[in-house]
């Protein structure tokens, strides 16, 4: 099983920025996709932007043109760099990898504990 940790939650006022990290350890034989989900108090956890093996990819509307997601492969890392912060985005962050822990095993997915985002003033 794969261990996420993340890191780079905290208290930002509006317009501020934050980067959030997540690392990527144990069993883990290749990682196609890694990502951040968020949920706010009492919504649904939804997709805020996710990466792939390739380098694509896809991000939820609300955060397009102010959040950029990085990858390390080599590492198993994943980056999210969120600018431009606005009230709405405060919200517990989740960071997930999908993997494989062996060239024909199934994809799991693994996710870290979450990291809280305020965006308050």
């Known amino acids: 099983q794969a261990q996420l940790v993340e890191s780079g939650g905290g208290l930002v006022q509006p317009g501020g920025s934050l980067r959030l990290s997540c690392a990527a350890s144990?069993?883990?034989?290749?990682?196609?996709?890694m990502g951040w989900y968020r949920q706010a108090p009492g919504k649904q956890r939804e997709l805020v932007a996710r990466?792939?093996?390739?380098?694509?990819?896809n991000y939820a509307d609300s955060v397009k043109g102010r959040f950029t997601i990085s990858r390390d492969n080599a590492k198993n890392t994943v980056n999210l760099q969120m600018n431009s912060l606005k009230p709405e985005d405060t919200a517990v962050y989740y960071c997930?990898?999908?993997?494989?822990?062996?060239?024909?095993?199934?994809?799991?997915?693994?996710w870290g504990q979450g990291t809280q985002v305020t965006v308050s003033s």
């Open positions: 997930i990898a999908q993997y494989r822990v062996s060239v024909s095993a199934y994809e799991i997915d693994s």
């Open positions: 144990g069993r883990i034989f290749s990682i196609n996709a």
């Open positions: 990466i792939r093996s390739d380098g694509s990819t």
